[in-house]
């Protein structure tokens, strides 16, 4: 039942139950959403304003905005990920050759 919705609609969801006194359940229906969606909506904006209803999940600074220790942060985690893929590689290697010995 659930489904992806904008700011815009978020914002008209929470202003019918708060607004117009609809209960969560028919705010589900009506806007075809799950209930537990609704109701969190409500609780964020009675909490942080329509503000919190902003979906900032994947937004990362621009490269312009990093600092030096962001972007030391980042080159680790790129050398941590560089690491673990030849580790990965080394073991299938390693794997491999087992297997030829085998058989």
Not at 23 to 45: I, N
């Amino acid at each position: 039942m659930s489904r992806k919705t904008t700011f815009e609609e978020r914002i008209k969801i929470v202003e019918y139950v708060t607004k117009y006194d609809h209960a969560y359940t028919e705010a589900a229906a009506h806007f075809q959403v799950s209930y537990q969606q609704v109701r969190t909506w409500v609780l964020k904006v009675r909490d942080g304003g329509y503000a919190a209803l902003i979906d900032n999940r994947g937004h990362r600074k621009p490269k312009q905005e990093l600092t030096e220790l962001d972007k030391a942060n980042l080159r680790i985690r790129e050398l941590e990920a560089q690491v673990k893929d030849q580790e990965l590689y080394a073991a299938f290697i390693k794997k491999f050759q087992e297997l030829q010995r085998r058989g």
